[in-house]
């Protein structure tokens, strides 16, 4: 029997899966029926892949037929939830907003009431409170501003001064997302694109609304920083035609007349790039979003370990965030993917890579898919393998170490969107422990370091918060958020010797 120690990776990813799924739960829960059910979709789009990978840890391998016939049983399943999901959730939501209506009007009119006999000491306090302190905001504008708030949107009860704006404290009447399109709406009648309008939750938890000058708006790339990603974009057409170079078994550096040789590699490298960013490009589009240019990140190891690309624009909204922070990832990866299955099928004796097993020990993901279609191939010690299977498993590569939950990678804007900047802040502080503790444990894989020294130095800040911070994205996005986190550590985690032996990977 082998040794327990050799299942922690896969038993990682499981219980991670886990983690995520109970906590899911916990947030479905206080909406009942509805939420249980929304909650049972993210489990059935997650089941097949945590069902695969822990019986993978049990040493019980599942061939195409039955890993084909898990996603099927598993999409029809959840096309039934969703049908549930909507023949049963219509009257329960109906019932809600008739309930919410009438206590709205109740709280309204108990709320007039308090404010007719309470009106001049409140209107003497807040007119104290704009007198004794000094709003950066001219006086005519601020009360311009409080003329937006009403007893149906938000009604405000304190005005405070925040950097080169004002804080509004109050409670909320209403629908997120119809009150803030009615505030920022009256704003931008009255005072045109002069101020912007948060809607953000305060360290009570209670919502709160911030208005800044529009002047704090991102500013565009200067000259200076697009000349920076013109020289990184030629440093990593240089290092990706290296690396391909290197797997052909040559330094292109010192023989740059055999590009030829290396530029078919480095073209699909380029390819899985662009298929990144034209995911975050085309979401960021349709949400009238401004992207900078990407600024790409040379690697000898793989060519390029990606691209760090800025928002030049303010987010609407956190499902706004999510969608352009997966699309990258998401496109890019289903490219690498297919670029992988494409290349293990085309594989065989006398292919142009020879590569040694261990080689497909290095993930899960892509050893157990290996193992798939390639079967008793895998049991020798060197395996020969298409070009285009290294050029999927270095795209994703590339996607999986972008998906990492930390700061202004894709993943911490993922995990900022869903579960909200405080959860993001601990996943930014986990990743660099874990990060840390990788480098301890295998000082001679530099990745990790790599990585860890990026995220500290350049990426370890969130993303700033969104117009609408409230709204969050819908349980079907929080599905593929975590279904994005688990490949991503499916991608990266290594097979054990021990367990790859058991699944018949290497001798």
Same mark, same amino acid.
């Given at each position: 029997?082998?040794?327990?120690?050799?299942?922690?990776?896969?038993?990682?990813?499981?219980?991670?899966?886990?983690?995520?799924?109970?906590?899911?739960?916990?947030?479905?829960?206080?909406?009942?029926?509805?939420?249980?059910?929304?909650?049972?979709?993210?489990?059935?789009?997650?089941?097949?892949?945590?069902?695969?990978?822990?019986?993978?840890?049990?040493?019980?391998?599942?061939?195409?037929?039955?890993?084909?016939?898990?996603?099927?049983?598993?999409?029809?399943?959840?096309?039934?939830?969703?049908?549930?999901?909507?023949?049963?959730?219509?009257?329960?939501?109906?019932?809600?907003?008739?309930?919410?209506?009438?206590?709205?009007?109740?709280?309204?009119?108990?709320?007039?009431?308090?404010?007719?006999?309470?009106?001049?000491?409140?209107?003497?306090?807040?007119?104290?409170?704009?007198?004794?302190?000094?709003?950066?905001?001219?006086?005519?504008?601020?009360?311009?501003?409080?003329?937006?708030?009403?007893?149906?949107?938000?009604?405000?009860?304190?005005?405070?001064?925040?950097?080169?704006?004002?804080?509004?404290?109050?409670?909320?009447?209403?629908?997120?997302?119809?009150?803030?399109?009615?505030?920022?709406?009256?704003?931008?009648?009255?005072?045109?694109?002069?101020?912007?309008?948060?809607?953000?939750?305060?360290?009570?938890?209670?919502?709160?609304?911030?208005?800044?000058?529009?002047?704090?708006?991102?500013?565009?790339?200067?000259?200076?920083?697009?000349?920076?990603?013109?020289?990184?974009?030629?440093?990593?057409?240089?290092?990706?035609?290296?690396?391909?170079?290197?797997?052909?078994?040559?330094?292109?550096?010192?023989?740059?007349?055999?590009?030829?040789?290396?530029?078919?590699?480095?073209?699909?490298?380029?390819?899985?790039?662009?298929?990144?960013?034209?995911?975050?490009?085309?979401?960021?589009?349709?949400?009238?979003?401004?992207?900078?240019?990407?600024?790409?990140?040379?690697?000898?190891?793989?060519?390029?370990?990606?691209?760090?690309?800025?928002?030049?624009?303010?987010?609407?909204?956190?499902?706004?965030?999510?969608?352009?922070?997966?699309?990258?990832? /998401?496109?890019? #990866? %289903?490219?690498?993917? &297919? +670029?992988?299955?494409?290349? @293990? $099928?085309?594989?065989? *004796? =006398?292919?142009?890579?020879?590569?040694?097993?261990?080689?497909?020990?290095?993930?899960?993901?892509?050893?157990?898919?290996?193992?798939?279609?390639?079967?008793?191939?895998?049991?020798?010690?060197?395996?020969?393998?298409?070009?285009?299977?290294?050029?999927?498993?270095?795209?994703?590569?590339?996607?999986?170490?972008?998906?990492?939950?930390?700061?202004?990678?894709?993943?911490?804007?993922?995990?900022?969107?869903?579960?909200?900047?405080?959860?993001?802040?601990?996943?930014?502080?986990?990743?660099?422990?874990?990060?840390?503790?990788?480098?301890?444990?295998?000082?001679?894989?530099?990745?990790?370091?790599?990585?860890?020294?990026?995220?500290?130095?350049?990426?370890?800040?969130?993303?700033?918060?969104?117009?609408?911070?409230?709204?969050?994205?819908?349980?079907?996005? /929080?599905?593929? #958020? %975590?279904?994005?986190? &688990? +490949?991503?550590?499916?991608? @990266? $985690?290594?097979?054990? *010797? =021990?367990?790859?032996?058991?699944?018949?990977?290497?001798?």
């Amino acid at each position: 029997m082998s040794n327990p120690s050799e299942f922690v990776s896969t038993f990682a990813i499981v219980l991670v899966a886990l983690g995520f799924l109970v906590w899911g739960y916990n947030r479905a829960k206080p909406f009942g029926k509805l939420g249980i059910l929304a909650w049972l979709q993210s489990v059935v789009l997650i089941a097949p892949w945590l069902l695969f990978f822990g019986l993978v840890a049990l040493g019980i391998f599942i061939n195409i037929i039955g890993l084909i016939f898990l996603f099927v049983a598993s999409s029809g399943v959840y096309i039934y939830l969703g049908n549930r999901l909507r023949s049963e959730g219509q009257d329960a939501i109906l019932r809600d907003r008739a309930a919410q209506r009438i206590a709205q009007q109740q709280e309204q009119e108990n709320l007039a009431k308090s404010v007719v006999s309470s009106d001049t000491d409140s209107g003497d306090r807040l007119e104290n409170n704009t007198t004794e302190e000094i709003f950066p905001i001219p006086a005519e504008d601020l009360q311009q501003i409080k003329g937006i708030f009403s007893l149906d949107t938000f009604f405000a009860t304190e005005t405070i001064s925040y950097q080169e704006g004002a804080i509004f404290k109050g409670n909320l009447r209403g629908e997120t997302e119809a009150v803030y399109a009615s505030l920022s709406q009256k704003l931008e009648s009255l005072l045109g694109e002069k101020y912007r309008l948060f809607l953000v939750e305060s360290p009570e938890g209670k919502p709160v609304i911030i208005v800044l000058p529009s002047a704090n708006d991102p500013q565009p790339s200067t000259l200076a920083q697009k000349n920076l990603a013109l020289v990184l974009f030629v440093a990593a057409i240089a290092t990706s035609l290296e690396a391909s170079a290197l797997l052909l078994g040559f330094d292109w550096f010192s023989q740059l007349g055999r590009y030829g040789e290396a530029l078919p590699i480095a073209l699909g490298l380029w390819l899985i790039l662009a298929a990144h960013e034209f995911g975050h490009w085309f979401y960021a589009k349709r949400y009238n979003i401004r992207l900078s240019l990407p600024y790409l990140i040379p690697s000898w190891q793989i060519g390029s370990f990606g691209s760090i690309t800025r928002f030049e624009s303010l987010i609407p909204h956190r499902t706004a965030l999510f969608d352009v922070a997966l699309a990258g990832p /998401a496109i890019g #990866g %289903l490219v690498s993917f &297919f +670029l992988l299955a494409i290349g @293990l $099928i085309l594989s065989h *004796p =006398g292919s142009l890579f020879q590569i040694p097993i261990e080689f497909l020990q290095g993930s899960i993901l892509v050893g157990t898919l290996a193992k798939v279609l390639l079967g008793s191939t895998l049991e020798g010690s060197i395996i020969d393998v298409h070009p285009l299977m290294i050029v999927g498993w270095l795209g994703l590569v590339i996607n999986a170490l972008n998906l990492m939950p930390a700061g202004q990678l894709d993943g911490g804007r993922i995990v900022q969107a869903i579960y909200g900047r405080k959860t993001a802040r601990r996943t930014t502080i986990a990743t660099l422990v874990i990060l840390g503790l990788v480098v301890i444990f295998n000082p001679a894989n530099p990745i990790p370091l790599y990585w860890g020294i990026l995220i500290l130095f350049l990426q370890r800040d969130l993303e700033r918060p969104s117009l609408n911070e409230l709204s969050e994205p819908d349980d079907t996005r /929080a599905a593929l #958020g %975590l279904l994005a986190l &688990f +490949l991503m550590l499916a991608t @990266l $985690i290594p097979l054990s *010797p =021990g367990l790859a032996g058991q699944l018949g990977i290497g001798g």
